[in-house]
């Protein structure tokens, strides 16, 4: 085989391997990304917020769901990780969201739940979180919040299960 076919072979075989590539691609980023947030209720009442590091705004905890993970585990790892707070029972469902605008990083679908909680607040994830705070239900911070999580806790206060 002369240098021009082997040139000619291995530019072929570059372009099938970039076009399987490209689909792979294609299917892992062009896919939303489940994930949750979490409404935590403490034993008196207060719901507990983050402040996250990346945006400085106020936000639930919550988080993607990690391969092999069901959304209870993931509500559950979440809220540990950026609360230290320990899961008592989940509630309820609040919603589904799913807006391709609602995280301004990625589509993602947000499945929020209610949750009693217990412990003492301490962020474990520096790197996410850079405040906590608990705080009785009227007064609770304005907009804006990180993502659509000023929604989804008027969705909750107002009773709503909503998908949206």
Excluded at 2 to 17: D, E, I, K
Excluded at 34 to 51: A, F, K, M, N, Y
């Amino acid at each position: 085989m002369n240098v021009a076919a082997l040139f000619g072979s291995a530019v072929q075989s570059t372009r099938t391997l970039w076009r399987y590539g490209q689909t792979i691609l294609g299917i892992i980023f062009r896919h939303p990304i489940t994930g949750t947030s979490v409404i935590p209720i403490l034993p008196d009442g207060r719901i507990v917020l983050i402040r996250r590091r990346d945006n400085g705004l106020w936000a639930l905890p919550g988080g993607m769901v990690d391969w092999g993970e069901d959304i209870p585990t993931t509500i559950k790892r979440e809220l540990m990780e950026e609360t230290g707070l320990e899961l008592v029972k989940i509630r309820r469902l609040v919603g589904v969201y799913s807006a391709p605008d609602r995280d301004p990083r990625i589509h993602s679908i947000c499945v929020v739940a209610e949750a009693e909680v217990r412990g003492e607040m301490k962020i474990q994830d520096t790197l996410e979180a850079m405040e906590i705070q608990a705080f009785l239900p009227n007064s609770l911070p304005g907009e804006p919040m990180s993502h659509d999580h000023y929604r989804q806790l008027q969705d909750y206060l107002n009773n709503l299960t909503i998908l949206a």
